[in-house]
Nanobody, 124 residues
Framework: QVQLVESGGGLVQAGGSLRLSCAASGRTFSSYAMAWLRQAPGKEREFVASISNSGGDTYYADSVKARFTISRDNAKNTVYLQMSSLKPEDTAVYYC?????????????????WGQGTQVTVSS
C-alpha cells in the first residue's frame, strides 16, 4: 500500500486561499486514484474531491465546486488541493486517500490508504 503524508494546512481568514499537498511513497503512485476528504468537529468525514490516476478526470462535492481544485503531479508522487474563497464552514481536518486502479471514487469505503490529516481553520 502507498503511504501518504499531508501538509499545507493552517489558519486563514475567510475569503483566503490555501494549498494542501499530499506526498505518496512508492513507485506506483500513477496507479492510484486519489482523493481529499475532510472531517469537521462533531461531524462525519465527507468527500471533497477526487482525481483519476492519470489526472485527466476530476470530481468535486457540490459544496466546494468552483472554489477548490484537485491536481496531481505523478512525477513528484504528489496530489494537491488548491482551496480558494475559503469559508468558516471549510474548517476541518483534511485527509488524503488513495485507491489502487482507475476511475473516480468518493465513498470512504472506496479507499485503502489514508494520510494522518492536516488541520485547516478558516476564521470569520
Amino acid at each position: 500500500q502507498v503511504q501518504l503524508v499531508e501538509s499545507g494546512g493552517g489558519l486563514v481568514q475567510a475569503g483566503g486561499s490555501l494549498r494542501l499537498s499530499c506526498a505518496a511513497s512508492g513507485r506506483t503512485f500513477s496507479s492510484y486514484a486519489m482523493a481529499w476528504l475532510r472531517q469537521a468537529p462533531g461531524k462525519e468525514r465527507e468527500f471533497v474531491a477526487s482525481i483519476s490516476n492519470s489526472g485527466g478526470d476530476t470530481y468535486y462535492a457540490d459544496s466546494v465546486k468552483a472554489r477548490f481544485t484537485i491536481s496531481r503531479d505523478n512525477a513528484k508522487n504528489t496530489v494537491y488541493l488548491q482551496m480558494s474563497s475559503l469559508k468558516p464552514e471549510d474548517t476541518a481536518v483534511y485527509y488524503c486517500a488513495a485507491r489502487l486502479g482507475i476511475g473516480l471514487w468518493y465513498r470512504l469505503a472506496d479507499f485503502s490508504s489514508w494520510g494522518q490529516g492536516t488541520q485547516v481553520t478558516v476564521s470569520s
